[in-house]
Structures are given as C-alpha cells and as structure tokens.
C-alpha cells in the first residue's frame, strides 16, 4: 500500500497521531456554543421523542441531493413526523418547508464555501449533513449514501432521532482532493477563525489528511487514498463520531464516541478501516472488527469494562478498538432504549458507570455477561 500521509487526530485536549491513512483526526477544543450547551441544566424531556419533537418516519428513504439533480422533491424527500406524543395536531406541511429550508440553506453555505476557497464544490445534502465536496458526483453520492445508511440505522434501531440530531444548515463537511486543496483550504480557515478557535492542535495538522473543526470538519482524498479505501470510510467515521458528541452535549467517553464512530463504519463497509491513533506502534489490524472483539471475548481476552473507561487515546492498545465497537454494538442493538438513556445520562453530566448501570438496570458484571453471550449469538 502507498505511503500516505498521516493524520493526527486529536481528543480534547491530547495530540493524537494517525498511522498511515487509515485513521481519522479529531479535534481540539469545544466553540462557545458547545460549551455554552454543556452548561445547560438537564431537562424533563419528552419520553417518546427526547425534546426533539420529531420521530422517525416508518420506511425513510435514504436522503442524498446534489445540487446538479433535478430540483427536490421534498414530499419523498422528508424522513421524519412530529411526535405523536407531545406533537399532536401539528401541520406535517411544516415538516416539508423546514427540509426545504435546510436545503436552500446548505445551498447557500456552499456558494459562501465556493466564493471563500475559489473551488468548484460541488454539494450533497443528507438529512443531517452537508457535503461540500471536490470529490467526483458519483463518489459525493456515495458518501451521502453512507451516511444515510447509518442514520436510517439508527433511526430503524431505535426509533427516534437522539442519535441522529445534527442538521444540513449547521453541520457541514469539507472532502477536499490532494494535498494543495488542503492547504489552501487551512489559509481560509485562518482567515476566519483565531487561533483558539482553530484549535491547540491546528498547527501539527498540517501534516495530516483529516481535522475534525467544530464547525467545519474537513479531510482530503487522493488517488492513492481512494485505491486502498472508498472515500464513504472517513467521512462515514467523522459523521458518527459527531453526532454522539452532539447526542451527548460532548460527554461521551473516548471508548463510546470511537466505539460509536467504528461501529458505523462497521455497519456501512463491514470493514474497519478508521480509527483515531495516538502512537502509530499501537494501530489496530483492518478488518471485521465484530468477529475480532468475538475472539478475544471467547479467549478471555477482553478487558474489564472499567478499565477501559478513563482511557484516552494515548492509552488505546489494538485491542481496545475492536473491544469499544463490540461494546457499543452490544449496547446498542440488545436494548435500544436503553442506550438512548445512557446518551441521555450522560449528556445530564452522570459519571460513566453510574449512567450505564441505571441505563441498563444492571451491574457492570452482569453488563460484561450479557455482551459476551451477545457475541456469541450475534452473526
Ligand atoms: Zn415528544
């Protein structure tokens, strides 16, 4: 395999190296915002929808526009219905001028794009991404693709839209072609932001091919790049990883959000191919990570789940990576509900443990049971 370049990735507050190309970055520090959100004090939601007013539609389709298709036809396009528990009686015409919304918006941040980098960018829009993009129509469309194929899991899974909660109007993703895009792109961003707000690890991303910006997450592929992986991998990993964040008000454990991130790209590819590095000597193998983690928890080899919590990306051994994705695919798909909880508790500032143990109404022990029998059973 070519020699790409590495990428860093960085956790909140530590340096993280990528090996090879296969891993992602991540990102700094929190904007404003965020953190502003991660003041807020809990809130009594809505049992059926968690505040969102909005729960999946039955049998969404998956949503992808480029802005070079023929104009959108919302009514097929909408994958969501007001609540019907605290919702009740609303127009679902609003529902369709809001998707038209989101779209004439993301249009617009795209020509704002175009006019800042002097690229040509083209546009995909998902139910909750936008895609501002110098990869080709067909491969934009694969990655929109992607990304569907995991929201519409999510939502399929657990019926609501807690996972899911970002939107194309604010959460945009820049996939850049080669190198020099890369770095003409970064002297934009330097001109919009202070130094702060580009983050403590701005500098060495440099030197890498993806940085996972607060507002503005962005990557770039290569004609080698593309040869070893489809580009749907890292934007499929970056996309997940940012709406647990979202999910969570920026509280999930690195285990769960790199966890949550792989197990989308297990979903979509039934490959890994992404994860985030700190020491390029300690990079997990590629592969079906599912059947991975399956071992190691027939052979005794898993760690104790509580070992695993406080650990950063420094600490990540191989291992960890295919133990965190098993965990979360556990979680999640044995009790759905249960899992938005722990989102829930989490994002409500519980400590980990305590958050999953009342989620689940069970022991760690007894957690640490089921998922291995879960294993077994799960083809
Ligand atoms: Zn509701």
Same mark, same amino acid.
């Given at each position: 395999?070519?020699?790409?370049?590495? +990428?860093?990735?960085?956790?909140?507050?530590?340096?993280?190296?990528?090996?090879?190309?296969?891993?992602?970055?991540?990102?700094?520090?929190?904007?404003? *915002?965020?953190?502003?959100?991660?003041? #807020?004090?809990?809130?009594?939601?809505?049992?059926?929808?968690?505040?969102?007013?909005? @729960?999946?539609?039955?049998?969404?389709?998956?949503?992808?526009?480029?802005?070079?298709?023929?104009?959108?036809?919302?009514?097929?396009?909408?994958?969501? =219905?007001?609540?019907?528990?605290?919702?009740?009686?609303?127009?679902?015409?609003?529902?369709?001028? $809001?998707? =038209? $919304?989101?779209?004439?918006?993301?249009?617009?941040?795209?020509?704002? &794009?175009?006019?800042?980098?002097?690229?040509?960018?083209?546009?995909?829009?998902?139910?909750?991404?936008?895609?501002?993009? =110098?990869?080709?129509?067909?491969? *934009?469309?694969?990655?929109?693709?992607?990304? %569907?194929?995991?929201?519409?899991?999510?939502? /399929? @899974?657990?019926?609501?839209?807690?996972?899911?909660?970002?939107?194309?109007?604010?959460?945009?993703? +820049? @996939?850049?072609?080669?190198?020099?895009? &890369?770095?003409?792109?970064? #002297?934009?961003?330097?001109?919009?932001?202070? /130094?702060?707000?580009?983050? $403590?690890?701005?500098?060495?991303?440099?030197?890498?091919?993806?940085?996972?910006?607060?507002?503005?997450?962005?990557?770039?592929?290569?004609? $080698?790049?593309?040869?070893?992986?489809?580009?749907?991998?890292?934007?499929?990993?970056?996309?997940?990883?940012?709406?647990?964040?979202?999910?969570?008000? &920026?509280?999930?454990?690195?285990?769960?959000?790199?966890?949550?991130?792989?197990?989308?790209?297990?979903?979509?590819?039934?490959?890994?191919?992404?994860?985030?590095?700190?020491?390029?000597?300690?990079?997990?193998?590629?592969?079906?990570?599912?059947?991975?983690? /399956?071992?190691?928890?027939?052979?005794? #080899?898993?760690?104790?789940?509580?070992?695993?919590?406080?650990?950063?990306?420094?600490?990540?051994?191989?291992?960890?990576?295919?133990?965190? +994705?098993?965990?979360? *695919?556990?979680?999640?798909?044995?009790?759905?509900?249960?899992?938005?909880?722990? *989102?829930?508790?989490?994002?409500? /500032?519980?400590?980990?443990?305590?958050?999953? %143990?009342?989620?689940?109404?069970?022991?760690?022990?007894?957690?640490?049971?089921?998922?291995?029998?879960?294993?077994?059973?799960?083809?």
């Amino acid at each position: 395999m070519a020699a790409l370049p590495s +990428m860093p990735f960085l956790s909140p507050c530590r340096r993280a190296f990528l090996a090879g190309s296969l891993s992602a970055c991540i990102l700094p520090s929190l904007s404003p *915002a965020q953190e502003e959100e991660r003041q #807020k004090p809990a809130t009594n939601d809505c049992p059926r929808c968690g505040g969102l007013k909005r @729960v999946p539609l039955k049998n969404a389709k998956p949503f992808v526009w480029l802005k070079d298709d023929p104009p959108l036809n919302v009514e097929t396009a909408v994958g969501v =219905q007001f609540c019907p528990q605290c919702q009740m009686g609303n127009d679902p015409a609003q529902l369709l001028a $809001e998707l =038209q $919304e989101q779209v004439d918006a993301a249009v617009a941040k795209n020509l704002e &794009w175009e006019e800042r980098t002097g690229f040509k960018l083209l546009l995909a829009v998902t139910h909750n991404v936008t895609l501002h993009t =110098q990869l080709t129509a067909e491969q *934009a469309r694969a990655v929109g693709k992607a990304i %569907e194929t995991f929201a519409l899991h999510l939502a /399929r @899974v657990t019926d609501s839209l807690l996972l899911t909660p970002t939107r194309p109007s604010r959460f945009g993703l +820049m @996939v850049l072609w080669e190198k020099s895009s &890369w770095t003409q792109f970064r #002297k934009v961003m330097e001109g919009l932001y202070t /130094r702060e707000q580009l983050g $403590e690890s701005w500098t060495s991303a440099a030197n890498y091919n993806s940085y996972d910006h607060f507002v503005t997450p962005h990557m770039y592929e290569t004609p $080698e790049s593309v040869r070893t992986r489809p580009p749907t991998v890292g934007s499929t990993f970056i996309v997940a990883r940012r709406q647990l964040s979202v999910a969570t008000s &920026w509280r999930a454990p690195f285990w769960l959000s790199e966890g949550f991130a792989a197990y989308a790209d297990y979903i979509v590819h039934k490959t890994n191919r992404w994860f985030t590095v700190y020491d390029p000597s300690r990079v997990p193998t590629i592969g079906d990570w599912m059947q991975e983690a /399956r071992r190691q928890s027939s052979g005794g #080899k898993s760690r104790p789940w509580n070992k695993l919590f406080d650990r950063e990306v420094r600490d990540f051994a191989p291992a960890d990576y295919s133990q965190a +994705m098993a965990m979360v *695919a556990f979680l999640l798909e044995s009790k759905p509900p249960d899992f938005l909880n722990l *989102a829930r508790k989490l994002r409500a /500032r519980q400590p980990q443990q305590a958050a999953l %143990e009342s989620a689940y109404e069970a022991s760690l022990t007894e957690l640490e049971q089921r998922c291995k029998r879960w294993l077994v059973a799960r083809k």
